[in-house]
């Protein structure tokens, strides 16, 4: 499963962001093959004056998957082997805590479970290609078919671009949307973030707009890797709102990716875990069928520096954010 969430460049991605360095780590034994990429953050404060870090997975999804597993041995076994010489690695690095977002295409949150405290998050979205001869007519809801109908009529249409010359345009209205949606800093990413994208992956970007009186109203950035379409960022104009072109994107993407023999186009979730979550209920309008299991993982490697740590940040009780000492206490 080489997927662009496992790639060492996709980690470069949010080294700026995470206030990290990305690391590819791997376990190469009798048993099989593991990689496992994640950021490396600095803890800000020292323990005893030694600098501790922790681990967490990039924007999206990723950790730990296995690359092959050899004849004679049980997933179970490997697992376990990369668990012990991982826990070698996380003492001599100093590493006190990880966060995982578990990748919804493969079994890996699963398959680590028994390393990770690892539970079910919530379920992530798709259209699905390759098994529906008319992907619209079976993924797309009978509601969401009659608005792009409707939409259609009103002269928009779409343009998907493979490799784009220039996403100036996605980035201006994608900054827009960030604005008008009061949108946490984190998701503002800087402009050099989006020239990183076009280095490390230009050949694998997909540029779908929605085109109305031969102006770009709506756009939306995607990752094409593993023979899946990741819907990255999306954006519409303000001032285009009314007209609906989400919806058109959303079909554009599949009648390019249908045509261009992609299997899904994934979606993620919602903001929230709640199956009523507005996020997720629209993205589900193109998902009627499909849906994958988003697990994330939690692991305390250094309980005893852990404890410190919250004791410093005067972090008590219970709290599903994780790593506690991170959190940032209500003034």
């Known amino acids: 499963m080489e997927d662009i969430y496992f790639d060492l460049r996709y980690g470069k991605l ?8 990305a690391c590819n ?3 190469k034994g009798k048993e099989g093959h593991i990689k496992h990429m994640f950021i490396k953050r600095e803890i800000p404060q020292l323990i005893c004056g030694t600098q501790y870090y922790d681990l967490v997975t990039p924007y999206g999804y990723g950790g730990p998957h296995i690359v092959e597993l050899a004849e004679g041995y049980s997933k179970k076994e490997l697992v ?13 690095e ?8 578990f990748y919804p295409f493969s079994s890996n949150g699963v398959d680590f479970r028994e390393v990770y405290d690892t539970v079910l998050n919530r379920y992530t979205l798709a259209t699905n290609l390759k098994d529906y001869e008319d992907p619209v007519q079976m993924e797309f809801s009978k509601s969401c078919r009659k608005t792009i109908r409707q939409v259609m009529r009103k002269g928009i249409t779409f343009r998907a671009t493979r490799h784009p010359h220039s996403i100036d345009k996605f980035i201006d209205i994608y900054y827009l949307n960030m604005k008008r949606k009061d949108a946490d800093s984190y998701y503002f990413f800087e402009k050099d ?14 540029l ?3 085109i109305y009186c031969e102006k770009t109203i709506a756009a939306g950035l995607y990752f094409l890797s593993n023979n899946v379409i990741h819907a990255h ?44 979550d507005p996020l997720f209920l629209f993205k ?8 994958f299991p988003f697990y994330i993982g939690k692991k305390i490697w250094n309980q005893n520096v852990y404890d410190i740590l919250c004791k410093e940040a005067d972090i008590t009780g219970e709290s599903s954010f994780f790593p506690l000492y991170r959190m940032k206490k209500e003034v």
């Open 14 to 21: 949010y080294e700026k962001i995470e206030n990290g360095i």
């Open 193 to 206: 973030y989006f020239s990183k994208i076009m280095e490390y992956f230009g050949e694998d970007v997909l």
């Open 94 to 101: 100093h590493i006190v805590s990880e966060f995982i977002r």
């Open 25 to 27: 780590w791997e376990y």
């Open 284 to 291: 589900k309008k193109f998902s009627q069928n499909t849906e």
């Open 208 to 210: 779908v707009e929605a």
């Open 233 to 276: 960022l999306s954006g519409t104009d303000t001032d285009y709102l009314h007209l609906s072109p989400a919806y058109i994107l959303k079909y554009g993407t599949t009648l390019w990716g249908k045509e261009n023999q992609f299997d899904f186009i994934h979606y993620g979730g919602g903001t929230t875990c709640s199956k009523e």
């Open 80 to 92: 376990n082997s990369f668990q012990e010489v991982f826990y070698s690695y996380c003492q001599d």
